[in-house]
């Protein structure tokens, strides 16, 4: 019999989802952390997701959160499909362009979700002043910095480049530390021919901000490497914008919280320069279930 899982974030859930038992169909209209675990459980059935870990109850207590707070400070923004999913490639002069880059402004919406949630549950205070160990790609910018409130926990820092001109359309980098060390930058590129989707780049900036939360982050850059490791990826990458080296293991930012296991150290050849990370696991299990993997997105957008 073949089984379809139900969307869950019940750790609980794999053990009774098993055998004759029937199992509901799942909603297409699921969150990213419902999928994942859901996808998760399904690898588990070919023995090669036994050792990847669920997303726990209170980590989509967190997420459940954020989209609640989303759906305030997204109402100006809309989202939109991969226009690329059931269709044709991108031709090339859609690398070329950017049709809509005010849609965008969907990842500031989001960075501000995670902002009020954090605050509200006491895991974090606002501070005034950042200090850089390797800075955004992008100059400028308004930098939230959200102190933790937990010991060995790292600060989060969401900074938000507005437009400045054509060539720079909006987006949120995300670092972590004191010094800071930017993690990623979203939308990494804006053209036409890396959109994915505004799924993706909610799923991507979650990932990061929760793994920072959570205090499943490893970090280590210098002037002639970097290495970062989460729950979700791993990978390592150039350098640039280095002020000063640094090196931290994160802790959670609220007490009596378990962090999810870092994924193994690897090497990554190739990364692209707005992030220090790449896909690894992820990867292998998008392969596994036969779905697409997610464009490398390591371009930088150029204007006509």
């Not at 005010?102 to 501000?112: C, D, N, Q, S, Y």
Request: net charge negative.
């Amino acid at each position: 019999m073949a089984i379809t899982y139900q969307a869950t974030c019940d750790p609980d859930f794999r053990e009774r989802a098993t055998g004759n038992v029937p199992v509901v169909v799942t909603d297409p209209a699921r969150s990213w952390w419902e999928g994942y675990n859901d996808d998760i459980l399904r690898a588990r059935e070919t023995a090669w997701g036994e050792n990847e870990p669920l997303l726990s109850r209170e980590m989509c207590e967190l997420l459940d959160d954020v989209d609640a707070a989303f759906a305030v400070t997204s109402a100006d923004t809309l989202g939109w499909p991969n226009p690329y999913k059931d269709g044709p490639e991108p031709d090339e002069e859609a690398y070329e362009r950017s049709t809509n880059p005010e849609k965008f402004l969907i990842v500031v919406a989001r960075a501000r979700a995670w902002t009020k949630v954090l605050l509200d549950r006491g895991w974090a205070r606002e501070a005034s002043h950042v200090d850089w160990a390797l800075r955004p790609m992008e100059p400028g910018g308004a930098d939230t910095v959200l102190a933790p409130a937990a010991d060995g926990a790292v600060p989060l820092v969401l900074t938000t480049h507005t437009p400045v001109d054509s060539d720079h359309p909006v987006n949120v980098t995300i670092a972590a530390g004191d010094p800071a060390v930017r993690l990623a930058s979203i939308p990494d590129c804006a053209c036409d021919g890396c959109d994915s989707g505004s799924a993706d780049l909610l799923e991507d900036m979650d990932m990061w901000v929760l793994s920072v939360v959570d205090g499943s982050l490893e970090v280590d850059v210098a002037a002639d490497h970097s290495a970062v490791r989460t729950s979700f990826k791993a990978g390592g990458g150039t350098v640039q914008n280095l002020d000063a080296p640094t090196a931290f293991t994160a802790a959670p930012s609220p007490a009596n919280w378990t962090s999810r296991p870092l994924v193994p150290d690897i090497k990554t050849q190739g990364i692209g320069p707005r992030s220090v990370i790449g896909n690894v696991a992820h990867a292998a299990l998008h392969r596994l279930l036969r779905k697409p993997e997610p464009k490398n997105r390591a371009q930088i957008y150029r204007s006509r």
